[in-house]
């Protein structure tokens, strides 16, 4: 059992660290989500804003929360009160590590199911039961999986155990290693499936849909959307990068590791991209197949391709290994908190947590079978849990990270934190105050209707707004310091 004055345990340095969030970055958010929620939004457009949020909101966020998470040495509730505290703040500001704990626990409720159907498709490669089948086999088998909820539960229950045990076992034991050969393993499976898909006849296709940015093809909930999948593929606002960030070593510098993990994250993303749509497209499938596209592209190219079975059974076993390295970082923030506050073991407190996983998962499963028809505006428990997190908690909870870091706080506290140069803790200083903040505002006026805004044609007058606020903002911030500190 760890108690807060025990020291904290730590990583095996830098890479430790780089290797984890990785792994908790790396998921089924790049492989299974990005690609699927591209091809409804409508391509090329929609990942250039993606790429636009990763750099001017995602960099900046990663960097405060792994600092809070450092500097406050704690869970997300404990660390960021701890920080506040420190620069004489309310303590409320710590409501913000509730709603990342919530996002964390919401997250993970439904990406077991995701997960679970990884392992399931992995027993499908093992046992022959993908092979021969054609486009149409294809979606009647993903169909079939869900349809039966013992079968689907079954699978997501393996994956609540997984997490479960591994997270029980603590931080270090298992992630770092496994991480290590996995992760180069997936990119090497990938490039597999990129150089398959150059000969399938859907490549430039591919590529013309991702890349080609054509504005009218942008909603607004594709900006929402957008920017709620930066958070999510670098585990942002959900208590996962701060927890690991307050096992940071003192001496390992975060915008180095940031930048690292952020690429790492967004070429995986990318190639999994480049992986699944020449297949789409090379096969007449539509790119808008919904969570499903995933699953019913790739065992196409592994059945047409020589030594596909063997590869089918690699790419899922390292795609299940992705899932999980990022399902455990998800429970880490509350299985932390539980220690440090409640006098548990880690065992009792990752069981505990399991237990209450099991039955909000179990609900969120069922809402591809038996709850098909429970929906409650539209949406079911699945898609609810979903649209919570990356449309409302994630952007909001950044939004009120760089909020506080940028204007609330002591500026020496990430001055100590972050250790930049002064040209560099100043860059990082404009992006948390004006950058991001208006990033994630300006989309949220668009997504609510407030304001119709033509990224394509009014981008000048969103830069003029934005150099304005932060001139007025940094004429007036001493004043706004204060008011916002109460
Ligand atoms: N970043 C993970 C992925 O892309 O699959 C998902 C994730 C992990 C979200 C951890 C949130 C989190 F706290």
Not at 59 to 78: H, K, L, N, Y
Not at 136 to 155: C, E, Q, V
Not at 436 to 465: N, T, Y
Request: aromatic share 12%; with cysteine; proline share 4%.
């Amino acid at each position: 059992m760890t108690t807060p004055q025990q020291p904290r345990a730590q990583w095996l340095g830098r890479w430790g660290f780089v290797l984890a969030a990785t792994g908790s970055a790396v998921g089924l958010g790049n492989i299974w989500k990005f690609p699927y929620i591209t091809g409804e939004h409508g391509g090329g457009a929609f990942v250039l804003i993606y790429l636009a949020c990763i750099l001017a909101v995602g960099v900046p966020v990663m960097m405060t929360e792994i600092a809070f998470g450092r500097r406050g040495r704690g869970s997300p509730i404990d660390a960021v009160r701890r920080v506040v505290t420190e620069s004489g703040r309310s303590s409320l500001w710590s409501l913000l590590g509730w709603m990342a704990m919530l996002a964390g626990f919401m997250i993970l409720s439904f990406y077991v199911v995701v997960a679970g159907w990884s392992f399931a498709y992995l027993w499908k490669a093992v046992s022959g039961g993908l092979a021969g089948a054609s486009v149409d086999d294809m979606a009647a088998i993903f169909a079939a999986n869900n349809a039966n909820p013992l079968n689907l539960g079954f699978w997501s229950t393996l994956v609540t155990l997984a997490t479960m045990l591994i997270v029980g076992k603590g931080v270090q034991a298992g992630i770092e290693k496994s991480v290590r050969w996995m992760m180069p393993g997936l990119v090497v499976m990938l490039v597999i499936l990129i150089g398959y898909g150059m000969f399938s006849g859907g490549f430039i296709d591919a590529l013309r849909f991702l890349f080609v940015f054509d504005a009218g093809s942008l909603s607004s909930d594709g900006m929402l959307a957008a920017l709620g999948h930066a958070f999510f593929t670098l585990s942002l606002a959900s208590g996962a990068i701060l927890t690991y960030g307050s096992y940071l070593p003192a001496r390992a510098s975060i915008a180095r590791t940031t930048v690292t993990v952020a690429i790492a994250d967004t070429l995986v993303a990318l190639m999994a991209g480049l992986a699944i749509f020449p297949v789409i497209f090379a096969n007449g499938m539509s790119p808008e197949g919904g969570p499903g596209l995933l699953f019913m592209s790739l065992p196409l190219a592994f059945q047409a391709m020589p030594l596909g079975g063997l590869f089918a059974i690699l790419f899922f076993v390292m795609l299940s290994m992705a899932a999980l390295t990022s399902a455990i970082s998800m429970v880490e923030a509350t299985v932390s908190w539980l220690v440090d506050n409640k006098a548990v073991s880690r065992r009792t407190a990752a069981w505990g947590t399991g237990i209450v996983l099991w039955l909000v998962s179990t609900l969120a499963m069922l809402s591809f079978n038996v709850g098909a028809d429970w929906t409650l505006a539209g949406r079911h428990f699945f898609d609810w849990l979903d649209y919570l997190t990356s449309r409302w908690m994630m952007p909001l909870g950044g939004l009120g990270m760089v909020l506080l870091a940028g204007f609330v706080l002591n500026s020496a506290t990430f001055r100590d934190e972050l250790g930049l140069s002064p040209r560099w803790h100043a860059l990082w200083l404009f992006m948390v105050r004006y950058v991001s903040p208006l990033g994630i505002l300006v989309i949220f006026v668009d997504a609510l209707g407030i304001a119709r805004i033509e990224f394509g044609a009014h981008w000048p007058w969103l830069a003029a707004v934005l150099v304005a606020i932060s001139v007025i903002g940094e004429l007036a911030s001493p004043r706004l310091r204060r008011t916002l500190a109460g």
